[in-house]
């Protein structure tokens, strides 16, 4: 995979792409990812099968020092290869973890401002719609004592009512 493509794939981790952009400019890791890679699959185990047969049948007619020799070294090297891409696993963990981490910071930070700001806009609203509750029939009561739609008096009483008579 080029690092042109590493750059463009979209709906992959970023913490992901990342790693891989880390791993892709070293020739070090991508040796050590192919040795892995190879040794963790069905093709190394026949590929040992068949060599090991071949070395005990048909090489040497007593193979076990040597073949013993050889699996240690195969071993102790292999198991360093296990732990490099332990290593990398965890090192890939922790920087999802962090990346993560802060993009939920950023996300709460985000969330609570918006929750503020609705806070604020409600709590004025609210007080408005107090203040318009008050003001409201007050003014009507000033211009308009006797037209307004709450008045039903007629006759005298409503006569009595009205300014200027």
């Known amino acids: 995979m080029t690092p042109l493509d590493l750059k463009h794939r979209s709906g992959t981790h970023p913490a992901v792409l990342a790693h891989e ?22 093709p190394f185990v026949y590929l ?7 070395w005990m049948l048909v090489a040497e007619h007593r193979p076990w020092a040597t073949l013993t020799l050889v699996v240690s070294l195969e071993a102790i090297f ?21 990346h993560d981490f802060r993009e939920q910071e950023l996300e709460l930070k985000l969330n609570t401002e918006i929750t503020r700001e609705i806070h ?11 203040t318009q509750r008050q003001v409201l029939p007050t003014r009507l009561l000033r211009g308009r004592r006797t037209d307004g739609p709450w008045m039903t008096c007629t006759g005298p009483v409503r006569s009595a009512l009205r300014p200027g008579h």
């Open 21 to 42: 952009r880390q791993r892709a400019a070293s020739a070090q890791l991508r040796l050590a990812d192919a040795i892995t890679a190879l040794a963790g699959s069905m």
């Open 78 to 98: 292999l198991s360093t290869f296990v732990m490099i891409g332990q290593n990398r696993q965890a090192g890939f963990q922790q920087a999802k973890a962090d």
């Open 48 to 54: 040992h099968i068949v060599a090991f047969a071949v």
């Open 120 to 130: 604020a806009l409600t709590s004025e609203l609210m007080r408005r719609e107090l």
